[in-house]
């Protein structure tokens, strides 16, 4: 059981360049979620998908796609990257429901944008 | 609308002193609320959760919490600083309706001097 995974660790990627980030859960979750962690600012949502089949913008969306490809993989893309896009992307999941689920994180993503 | 307050982006603590870190939030229905531990190069890990059932909450690692209604507060507290406890902790938040977004705090970080 290995939870929520991430690829790749890292990434440096140039301004204008494209990338996609990948995550995947092996808890049968309902809910995933991307955000991303910079210094003072704590987690911020980019972007999240209650359930497979839909996704809905967070509270940082520009310059972000995602995809809901199944109900185990949830994936970022980054069309034309920019140096603000600097960050630590993190993917989580949840059970769904009324009740207290909490979330499950990756390990994380570096990226660095030149 | 949700938000979470963290008082303190910094705290210190001697080994073997009591850890106090401070979290106030907002909410316009019952909340669920949660501490998370994130150590170095690692994502957010669970440490406690409170769903409305008791107002006293024990996690790992030591740990505990007490949600005060009445202060809107959830503060994590620990009788006794280890040096393992260094990492850095968000409170989060989330709305006791059926979707599960989540509002985190900006993060505490704790360091432990020998």
């Known amino acids: 059981n290995a939870g929520v995974t991430q690829t790749p660790k890292f990434q440096v990627l140039k301004t204008g360049q494209s990338m996609t980030l990948q995550c995947a859960q092996d808890m049968n979750h309902n809910s995933m979620y991307w955000y991303r962690q910079d210094p003072g600012m704590g987690l911020r949502l980019i972007y999240y998908?209650?359930?497979?089949?839909?996704?809905d913008k967070g509270e940082v969306p520009n310059g972000y796609n995602v995809s809901r490809l199944n109900k185990r993989e949830f994936s970022l893309r980054l069309e034309s990257a920019a140096p603000s896009q600097t960050s630590v992307y993190f993917c989580?999941?949840?059970?769904?429901?009324?009740?207290?689920?909490?979330?499950?994180f990756g390990p994380g993503t570096r990226l660095t944008v030149l | 609308a949700q938000s979470v307050t963290q008082l303190g982006s910094h705290v210190s603590v001697s080994e073997g002193a009591l850890v106090l870190l401070r979290c106030n939030y907002s909410s316009s229905v019952p909340p669920y609320l949660f501490w998370y531990v994130q150590y170095p190069n690692q994502g957010l890990q669970l440490l406690l959760k409170y769903t409305s059932a008791a107002t006293l909450v024990k996690g790992i690692n030591g740990f505990e919490a007490e949600f005060k209604k009445s202060e809107t507060s959830f503060h994590l507290t620990k009788p006794s600083a280890h040096m393992s406890d260094a990492a850095e902790y968000f409170c989060?938040?989330?709305?006791?309706?059926?979707?599960?977004?989540?509002?985190f705090g900006i993060g505490t970080k704790l360091q432990v001097i020998p």
């Open positions: 989060a938040v989330r709305d006791g309706g059926g979707y599960q977004k989540v509002t």
């Open positions: 998908s209650a359930s497979e089949g839909t996704t």
């Open positions: 989580a999941s949840s059970g769904g429901g009324t009740i207290g689920n909490e979330q499950f």
